[in-house]
């Protein structure tokens, strides 16, 4: 097998060996309280392209290309339409500002194409900021502010939020979910709250949706508010507003009881003088069930329904679903787009018209009658400009394997380019795709569709293995399974893990002297037990699987089903279940039976001895335990060490090269050491904090057999809380990432067991990236922003 590139470093000369030395020294030296030096890496990432929700997708009216994609909580990208893919804008957020990665809203400054503004936050307990870039989200300035944002939230789909005043730049306004109208006025370095505004708190989460500036009558500014369910407008910048005349307040035809009144989603200002206004019954992105599209006549102050009628073509019988995203040629009059959501069956789409909303092209409804298979068969799609699947583990809008092909869903997020309004863009809870030619669907001809996510990495990773055999990664994620990593440059062409299909990977393991045999437990898009569908395990490194015979008890379970190992022969498997009363349990049959694992009855994250058979581990935040004399079928209490850890469990890492060699990431406590099996611990003296640890392969050039270690975590007081390599078991250590590269920090590491220095880290929302140790010591590793 060829072992793929993330890039690979090759070969070293000697002079960058010896100028290597100079710079670092001797890793055998004792370390001082300096922090550690930067080691010279190149980063890449490990490609699935796309894979989660991008609610906003947001273009500059002037500069042809300048789009950006805002996503729910893996950054924000900014489209470069020479590379043909998307540049990743915050990967330089560190570990106590991930918060920052969750963007609430972009606003674009219409004057100055280099200026954008993402209102930054998450959730939870923040930090929230508005992060103001000059050069086009090349670097940014960071003002924090006061009122919350929650971009994995409800309400995400709607916006966007803030705006930027097009007579007066210097002017944004940002609606919030819980605090009312806040104004900046000195390009979002500080704000005060607008008292004038009639929605002054909001206990709903919702609050303010969205704001619109008029770009022709200078001082008219619109904002839609979901508590209230209306639209307010203000014609002297926000110094007084007044509700829309006649809005929407009820439905037009009969719906369920207890909907609320139509909630404004979003809106445009069409160069016809009306405003266009998508509205739904709740925020999305779920739960919506009713929804309309409202033409309001500013000089009138009249409202037109124009939503698009229920197309009998498509299957559909009833209104269902509502709308939200909503997009315009800013050139030609009447000329919008609107699409659908949560209409889950038949499916999601997208309508456009040229007259106002009189009539309307169903564009899932014309692409479905032209059909939809690809160069290579039903449901591959292909990028014209790389002619190759972009990502072959989508079924157009929906994920394989177990999807029907459909035009999409979640597709809050929809563009019609400003400078090439035939170029139209919507983006779903997977992808962003595209036309060139949105004008085919005007004589009934079906538009070419193309993947145009090349560059987007939005994957909350769950797990990573890295066996000494076969492929050099698998991975586990959310929402989409995992996927056996074979080429690094490309979405994997086996597509996602079947058989069983899982929307979520809880559990990835290999057996250590079997490396074909691989196991994994997830969460299952199929909720059959008998077989297991939580499970399976694979003879041939994962490109095949067979599913459990039966589920352990507990793991069926449709939030979380526990982690996996199996022992260094692959005949022995141990699943740990969620369930806080059980116990680690055993396999002997490949799954297809389950027997409760004697000795403490509390333990979790049980994993395997790589290289001694029957032989596993676990840890219960006091005590270490192990299976060694039992058969595997035993845990008996062997550590002799007093851990000042509390309660907490973590998982041991068990070296796959040393029997008994094993590392214990304690969090705030450090990082201990065993070459015995558990029984005696060293706490590693360089190592103030320690949240992850992972074994890769050894130094080749070294001459001493010791494993690399990598943790991720803090060496000395100087230093700052990243990804550190240790060639010594411990006693020194090298900064591998830099401060442009910290990803708001990873939910998981590990190092390849093949290639020496190489690290993986998987993030909850910006996808996996793989380290290497560049070729040019001076190099610093791979590209920013361009």
């Not at 001082?219 to 369910?229: E, K």
């Not at 390849?752 to 140790?773: E, F, H, K, Q």
Request: hydrophobic share 35%; net charge negative.
């Amino acid at each position: 097998m060829v072992t793929p590139r993330c890039p690979l470093p090759g070969a070293i000369p000697l002079r960058m060996i010896v100028l290597w030395l100079c710079l670092f020294g001797s890793l055998g030296s004792a370390q001082s309280g300096a922090p550690p030096v930067q080691a010279p890496y190149s980063w890449a990432p490990v490609r699935i392209v796309a894979g989660g929700y991008i609610p906003g997708l947001i273009a500059h009216p002037a500069q042809s290309g300048l789009i950006y994609a805002r996503t729910d909580m893996g950054g924000v990208y900014r489209w470069n339409p020479i590379l043909q893919q998307w540049i990743p804008l915050l990967d330089f957020n560190p570990p106590a500002d991930y918060s920052f990665q969750g963007p609430e809203s972009v606003a674009l400054d219409p004057a100055d194409p280099n200026r954008v503004y993402i209102a930054a936050g998450m959730g939870g307990s923040g930090p929230f900021a508005i992060l103001a870039s000059t050069d086009q989200g090349a670097t940014f300035s960071t003002y924090p502010v006061s009122f919350y944002m929650g971009s994995n939230d409800n309400g995400r789909s709607v916006g966007e939020r803030l705006a930027v005043n097009p007579f007066n730049p210097s002017e944004l306004f940002m609606g919030t979910r819980q605090q009312g109208l806040w104004k900046s006025e000195d390009h979002a370095q500080t704000w005060t709250k607008v008292s004038s505004f009639p929605v002054l708190s909001s206990s709903d989460d919702f609050g303010v949706q969205w704001v619109l500036f008029d770009s022709v009558n200078s001082g008219t500014v619109y904002a839609g508010a979901y508590t209230a369910s209306k639209i307010y407008q203000s014609t002297d910048d926000g110094a007084t507003w007044n509700a829309l005349p006649g809005q929407p307040l009820s439905w037009p035809y009969s719906v369920g009881n207890g909907t609320r009144a139509p909630s404004p989603m979003r809106a445009v200002l069409n160069p016809d003088g009306n405003l266009y206004v998508t509205y739904g019954d709740y925020p999305g992105p779920n739960g919506m069930n009713y929804g309309l599209v409202e033409q309001f006549n500013v000089s009138a102050g009249t409202w037109t329904n124009v939503t698009p009628p229920v197309d009998a073509k498509d299957g559909e019988t009833a209104i269902r679903g509502g709308f939200c995203g909503i997009s315009q040629e800013p050139h030609r009059q009447g000329t919008l787009a609107v699409a659908t959501l949560d209409r889950w069956w038949p499916t999601d789409t997208v309508y456009i018209t040229h007259d106002g909303g009189k009539t309307w092209i169903d564009l899932g409804a014309t692409t479905s009658a032209a059909g939809i298979d690809g160069p290579q068969g039903p449901n591959f799609y292909f990028s014209p400009s790389v002619f190759q699947p972009i990502s072959p583990w989508l079924t157009f809008g929906n994920p394989a394997p177990d999807a029907t092909a459909g035009f999409g869903w979640w597709m809050s997020s929809l563009l019609i380019d400003p400078v090439n309004p035939d170029h139209l863009m919507y983006a779903t809870g997977a992808s962003v795709f595209s036309t060139n030619n949105v004008s085919a669907a005007d004589s009934g001809q079906a538009p070419t569709w193309y993947v145009q996510g090349l560059g987007i990495e939005q994957t909350a990773v769950t797990a990573l293995i890295s066996p000494t055999r076969g492929a050099h990664l698998l991975s586990g994620v959310g929402d989409i399974g995992g996927f056996r990593h074979d080429d690094f440059s490309i979405s994997p062409a086996g597509g996602m893990y079947n058989n069983p299909a899982v929307s979520t990977t809880d559990g990835l393991d290999w057996a250590g002297q079997n490396p074909q045999f691989v196991v994994r437990t997830g969460i299952a898009n199929s909720a059959s037990t008998s077989p297991c569908n939580y499970g399976g395990y694979s003879t041939d490194a994962g490109t095949n699987w067979t599913p459990f015979g039966a589920c352990a008890a507990g793991g069926a379970n449709s939030d979380s089903v526990g982690t996996i190992a199996v022992d260094a022969s692959g005949t022995m498997l141990m699943w740990t279940t969620p369930s806080s009363a059980g116990a680690p349990q055993y396999s002997t049959d490949n799954g297809g039976s389950w027997n409760v694992a004697g000795g403490n009855s509390g333990l979790h994250m049980a994993v395997a001895d790589k290289v001694t058979p029957q032989v596993f581990y676990a840890f219960d935040g006091v005590d270490f335990f192990s299976t060694t004399t039992s058969g595997g079928k035993i845990f008996s209490k062997v550590n002799q060490t007093a851990f000042l850890r509390g309660t907490q469990a973590v998982a041991p890492v068990a070296n796959f090269a040393r029997a008994g060699d094993l590392w214990l990431p304690l969090g705030e406590f450090g990082l201990y050491h065993s070459t015995d099996g558990g029984v005696t611990w060293t706490a590693v003296p360089n190592v103030l904090e320690a949240n992850m640890a992972s074994v890769g392969a050894a130094n080749p050039r070294a001459r001493t057999g010791v494993q690399s270690v990598f943790i991720f975590g803090v060496p000395t007081v100087n230093s700052p809380l990243a990804i550190y390599r240790s060639d010594d078991n411990g006693s020194t250590w090298v900064r591998v990432n830099d401060d442009a590269r910290q990803y708001g920090g990873p939910s998981v590491i590990v190092a390849d067991t093949r290639v020496y220095g190489r690290v993986y880290l998987g993030m909850n929302g910006r996808g996996i990236v793989c380290g290497d140790i560049s070729s040019d010591p001076l190099g610093g590793g791979g590209a920013g922003p361009q």
